[in-house]
């Protein structure tokens, strides 16, 4: 077991399940106290990574209120040791997602997660990072940011704002110590892919060159290697985890 992150303390949305829970796991792996922070109930995550011999704890948030951030960081006895922080929590329209049948209530809550969630985290932990001189902040964009696909307008247009604002915000802090990236994951098997027909399944796989979707825990492996002292040097970056898919 890596020991990288041993003594910072990683702040991980969508924590409760899929690509955010093997984020949660793997950073507690490599040494981080993580905060396990969802709407949903992080307590499986964290018994997992407590059952593994690491540090973590849950924290109820709803990443679209601001309010709620501020709360919850200072609710915790050392709120501001938050040095490496990983906008996980992300979410697709719940209906039709096309430029004419898309509602205004699913856009603004794919903006609203996908988006705001992002910016709002950032907000409250880079003045902490800042004053630490050190931070790292990952966000998760997507392949649907990159390469264009029916029935994701809100969602492509979501993702494409987060590779806008790792770049923007990496400029900002590149003289600070934080270092702002993201990574554009391919189809990835999460629950997120609930009630896809294996059709659908099977022809997202022929879509990427290396012929399978992807695993949480590779994102994972991205991840701890962007939120460590090696990863340095690489800042305003959104880096492809696709199998190949942008450029086949
Ligand atoms: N699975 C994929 O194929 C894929 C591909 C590319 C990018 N992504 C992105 O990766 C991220 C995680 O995806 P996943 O597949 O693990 O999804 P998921 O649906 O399995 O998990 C998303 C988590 O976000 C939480 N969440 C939703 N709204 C929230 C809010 N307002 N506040 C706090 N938490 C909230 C949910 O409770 C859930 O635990 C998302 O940003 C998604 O867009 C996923």
């Given at each position: 077991m890596s020991q990288i992150h041993r003594g910072k303390t990683a702040l991980v949305t969508g924590?409760?399940?899929?690509i955010g829970r093997a984020v949660a796991l793997r950073l507690a792996e490599d040494g981080a106290h993580v905060l396990c922070a969802d709407l949903g109930n992080c307590r499986e995550t964290v018994t997992a990574i407590q059952d593994a011999g690491g540090s973590s704890e849950a924290l109820s948030l709803d990443v679209t209120n601001e309010s709620n951030w501020a709360s919850v960081l200072n609710s915790r006895?050392?709120?501001?040791?938050?040095?490496i922080l990983v906008n996980v929590a992300g979410v697709l329209a719940k209906g039709p997602d096309t430029l004419e049948e898309i509602s205004d209530s699913d856009w603004d809550l794919v903006m609203g997660v996908n988006v705001r969630g992002a910016v709002n985290g950032m907000r409250a932990v880079a003045p902490r990072m800042v004053a630490a001189e050190w931070g790292r902040i990952i966000n998760i964009s997507s392949m649907a940011a990159l390469k264009g696909q029916p029935g994701l307008l809100a969602y492509s247009a979501s993702k494409g704002a987060v590779v806008g604002l790792t770049q923007q915000t990496a400029v900002e802090y590149a003289h600070t110590g934080v270092t702002v990236n993201a990574i554009a994951p391919g189809v990835?098997?999460?629950?997120?892919?609930?009630?896809?027909?294996e059709e659908s399944r099977l022809s997202y796989s022929a879509n990427h060159a290396i012929k399978r979707l992807a695993q949480p825990r590779e994102l994972a492996a991205l991840i701890s290697y962007l939120a460590g002292?090696?990863?340095?040097?690489?800042?305003?970056q959104t880096i492809s985890i696709d199998g190949g898919a942008t450029i086949s």
């Open positions: 924590a409760h399940q899929g006895q050392s709120g501001d040791d938050v040095s990835t098997e999460t629950p997120i892919l609930a009630g896809m027909s002292d090696d990863a340095a040097f690489v800042t305003g």
